[in-house]
């Protein structure tokens, strides 16, 4: 691998919407920049840290409650996350909103 070399699967696309985060107990809100197929950039003032897993609700055209994993954090700035155990309704509901970005 190349230094500077795109690791993504997926492309990704600037997109604000609002992200519910439930963490041990505890929810509190914040939002995404960006998403992709696999993922997405949460801006948080206190990011949690690379491997934590959280549930998050996406308030995009079709709500879906994903399971997330912390892949990478910005200090200062929020945390990239990685979508697991999709199901199929979420797998269509974020296809539809990525074919809207895809254009």
């Known amino acids: 691998m190349f230094l500077g070399e795109e690791r993504r699967r997926f492309p990704r696309y600037g997109f604000q919407a609002d992200v519910d985060i439930e963490f041990e107990g505890k929810a509190f ?3 995404m920049t960006d998403i992709s197929a696999d993922g997405m950039f949460v801006v948080a003032a206190n ?3 690379v ?7 996406l308030h995009i055209a079709d709500p879906i409650r994903v399971k997330c994993v912390v892949r990478r954090v910005v200090v200062g700035r929020g945390m990239g ?3 697991q155990d999709l199901t199929p309704q979420d ?3 974020l296809d ?4 809207g ?3």
Request: charged fraction near 15%; glycine fraction near 4%.
């Open 101 to 103: 970005l895809a254009v």
């Open 96 to 99: 539809k909103v990525l074919a």
């Open 47 to 49: 990011p949690l840290w």
């Open 91 to 93: 797998h269509e509901s």
């Open 51 to 57: 491997g934590a897993t959280f549930h998050a609700r």
């Open 29 to 31: 809100r914040a939002f």
């Open 81 to 83: 996350v990685l979508f």
